[in-house]
Structure formats: structure tokens, C-alpha cells
């Protein structure tokens, strides 16, 4: 599943609905907030502003060194959510030690927030109404969409449970109709689990493989968020080679899951601007 084809066609949906909201007098602008300088934050902010750039969204970014206090960056998202001329907010995570990240999330009003990180959004998403739903995980709804991987009626694992993937990715799922195991670093025999998968998902990040040939059914789809770098290389969950000869479907890293993510921002900065002018596109 070739996330770099898909985001593409995303983008290009993305740059006519800019055009249209441009005739309804709104310039949809994305600010994004980074606080300290972890290496792979910048570089992940860096990855998005390039790609508002090529959609025709403005951006803006907001830095504050990793020694602000959490009033600052509280006051920084006030002022933000005050701007009637940003649409989206984004605070790049992880936040350095001392944060409170939780409630610096519930400080971005729901509407410009692009994540879709609020509580307010989450509890919509796991009521079953999706509005601004965390990108990652609507960027693995896409390109199992795309590749017509069948969902309803489907047996989905998730080896991940954070809120930023995978709680929202199992809510998705199940508005699909997908029966849905999330497992974590204290399910008892994972792989036992993960053999039963018509769809594996794997987010773990760390520099064994997590998933490899003997842990998956054949003719499943394998979908690896897992990114870390070995030997300056970076690598996924899945052992690709060997779990492509086992999979009927499977993402590549890089070029699988990344790309839909920053394409999936690119739509809730629309969907957030939609909303703040009523509009539906
Ligand atoms: N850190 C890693 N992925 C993400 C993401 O999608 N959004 C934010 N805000 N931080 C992240």
C-alpha cells in the first residue's frame, strides 16, 4: 500500500478545496507549536509546513524554548484560539519534560484543533460521530479504504494504545464494523493475537522487529507506524522482506503510513476552516 500515491491524490482534493474556501473569503492557515528542539519534532514540523506550502494553506510556527513555563505556552494557544485568522492549531508532541501535555491539549478550542487531540474530539470519535479525528489513524482508514481492503466484518488488532493512534485507530475501526483487539506491552501471548488478524496494525517503535512472517495470517493486511532509526536507517515494526511474502497487503516504511498522516492534516485544516465558516465541502 503505497502511502506516498494516496497522500498525493489527498493533496490534490486538498488544493481544490482551498480554492473553494478562497471564494468564500477564508485563507485557511494552519500555526503549529513547537516547544524545545528535539531533532524529530522539527523535522516532523519541517515535513508539514512543506506540505501546507504545496496545497496553498499559510502556516505559521510558533517556537518557545524547552525551558518556557506551561503559562506561556497556555497564553500563546489563548491568543491563537482568540485569531479569527487561524483555522488550525498544532502542538507538536511530545512536549519536553515538565508539561502538562494533557492540559495543554484541552487549552486549543475544538474546532481549530487539527489533531483532534481534544477531549470534546475524542469523545465524538469514540460516540460514534467523527469530526476532526486524529491523522495518523485517519490515514490508515485511507489507505485501507483505497486499496479496498475489506473492514466490515474484519478481525483489526492494534498493537498500540495511545491517544494518538491507537484508541482513536480502534474507535475508527469499530464505526466500520471491524471487531477490534488493542494490545499493549502487557497482552499475553501477542503473537497468538496478532495470527488471528485480517488487519495488523503495529506502533510500537522500538529496534526489534515487533512483527515478523510467523506472527502474521496469511493474506492479511499489515499496517506498520512503527519508525525508528537503526544505523541512521529508519526502519518500521514489520520486517518488510520477509512479512511481504506472507501479507496480501502491506505498507512500506517510509512512504507508507507518514505521508497519509501530513496529507490527513492538510483535510482537518480544511475541515477546521469549513466548520468556522459554516460551510460544508
Ligand atoms: N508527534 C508524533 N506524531 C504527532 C502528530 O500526529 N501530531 C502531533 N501534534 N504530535 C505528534
Do not use: W
Amino acid at each position: 500500500m503505497d502511502g506516498k500515491l494516496v497522500a498525493g491524490a489527498v493533496k490534490k482534493q486538498v488544493a481544490q478545496q482551498v480554492l473553494q474556501l478562497e471564494k468564500h473569503g477564508t485563507k485557511p492557515l494552519l500555526a503549529t507549536v513547537q516547544v524545545g528542539d528535539d531533532p524529530a519534532s522539527a523535522s516532523y514540523l519541517r515535513t508539514k509546513h512543506k506540505a501546507t506550502d504545496e496545497v496553498g494553506i499559510r502556516s505559521e510556527t510558533h517556537h518557545l524554548p524547552a525551558d518556557a513555563s506551561q503559562d506561556k505556552l497556555e497564553a500563546l494557544l489563548t491568543q491563537l484560539n482568540t485569531n479569527p485568522k487561524v483555522n488550525g492549531i498544532l502542538v507538536q508532541l511530545p512536549l519536553p519534560p515538565g508539561f502538562n501535555e494533557e492540559k495543554v491539549i484541552e487549552r486549543i478550542i475544538p474546532y481549530k484543533d487539527v489533531d483532534g487531540l481534544h477531549p470534546i474530539n475524542a469523545g465524538k470519535l469514540a460516540a460514534g460521530y467523527e469530526e476532526l479525528v486524529p491523522c495518523t489513524p485517519k490515514g490508515v482508514i485511507k489507505l485501507l479504504n483505497y486499496y479496498k481492503v475489506p473492514v466490515a466484518g474484519s478481525k483489526a488488532v492494534i498493537i498500540n494504545r495511545s491517544n494518538l493512534v491507537g484508541r482513536p485507530l480502534a474507535n475508527l475501526l469499530l464505526n466500520r464494523d471491524a471487531t477490534v483487539t488493542v494490545c499493549h506491552s502487557k497482552t499475553p501471548n501477542l503473537s497468538g493475537m496478532t495470527r488471528t488478524a485480517d488487519i495488523l496494525i503495529s506502533a510500537v517503535g522500538k529496534e526489534i522487529f515487533q512483527v515478523r512472517a510467523d506472527h502474521v495470517k496469511p493474506n492479511s493486511a499489515v499496517v506498520d507506524i512503527g519508525l525508528t532509526r537503526v544505523n541512521g536507517r529508519l526502519r518500521g515494526d514489520v520486517e518488510f522482506d520477509k512479512v511481504n511474502r506472507v501479507a496480501g497487503y502491506i505498507t512500506p516504511v517510509p512512504g507508507g503510513v507518514g505521508p497519509m498522516t501530513v496529507a490527513c492534516l492538510l483535510e482537518n485544516t480544511i475541515l477546521a476552516s469549513s466548520i468556522q465558516i459554516g460551510l460544508k465541502v
